[in-house]
């Protein structure tokens, strides 16, 4: 069991640790300049959109790990 | 460098001192007024003063009053403040049964200070890839942050001296890697928040004579959280906390609604006839640390504490290697 509580761990900072590369390679060039005054709003929304939408991937892989790695632990 | 050395002296011996000699007073007034809860884990009737805060938020505010003195930083008064608005929600949780919604929208405001004193920087940094530019979304970032750090640490509060003895860990964790980025004046800053719960530890510890609280384990959270932000350090701070973000992440899993503790029905942890925890096979308890823990057979309330110190310890390193990696790019 403790190892793996270990191995969970160790997959939740290789996620943490890929989810944040891809979020500087997609949200780091990413700018919007046809909207005059307001474009920092609307890139920075847009910005957020893609954020929550990867976080919502990354919990998701994360439960599916996790069932994965306490298969025989979640059957309480 | 050499001027550095005086205060961070000074802020460490004061935040370790004043919870050491306030507590053992703090217990006496405690039972006094008959502030005392039932050990859940002792098969004696055995009653423990709460709640320990009040010594905790002492100590931060004296040894930050200290540094500030010295420094005259926005971030020690964010932390200041922030982590006092921490205190006075979780002392209200003690004190009065509060509904779910409570402290998050509560600790999100507790946040606001952060921003109005501009004591963050909106660059999100990751290792290896470098950082990006999030302005809108960090301010939304600051606001969950310190709900989130509260709440978890709240969460792990669940054994004697796991609280305590996990925020060493972490804590510490995350001023070495503040030093490792050279971030030298918020890592002198973060050092009270590892003395002042190594101090705590000692009474905590099992058997424990105090019990944090809602209003301990909030000071804890909240200041952890806030370093992380005037740090710039919250991937590291997340790192270093993984092992209570799993103890979040398995109970919210499982219950699947944001909930209070104390409205869970089904017991995820038993005692066994000498004593020692056991999971349960009750299908309707949440799944948590301790219970994933104890999935591989019965222990002792003590070694269930360590295995989550060795689980922290292992991601404090994890989080010290992220720190060395922040370094380099890719």
Redesign the interface.
Known sequence: MKSGLYGFLFAMWSLIIIGGGIMVVLLGPFSIQQFGDFHWIISSGTKVSIALGLIIIWILVLSKLKNYIFKKELKF | MIELIIPTIISCILAFFVVYFTIPPLIKILVKKNYTVKDVNKKENVMVARPGGISIILGIIVSEIVLYGFFQLNEILAIIITTTAAFAIGYVDDRKVMGGWFKPVTLAIAALPIIFLGAYNSD?T????????????YL?LIIFMIPITGNTINSIDVLNGVASGFMVIASFTLSICLFILQNYEIAIVSLPLGFVSLAFYKYHKIPSKIFPGDSGALTFGAMYGVIAIIGGVE?IA??AL??A??NS??FL?SVKRVVEHRQIKGKPVEFTSDFKLK?????T?P?T?V???L??GPLTEKQVGF?IFK?TI??GI?AII?AF?MGVS?
């Open positions: 999100f990751f290792p290896l890839f470098g950082d990006v530019q999030i302005p809108l979304l939304g991937i997340a790192i993984l092992p973000v799993i992440f398995l899993s999971a349960t096979t009750d299908k308890a799944v640390l219970r994933l823990i999935a591989g295995a689980l292992f991601s994890l992220t990696m890719l």
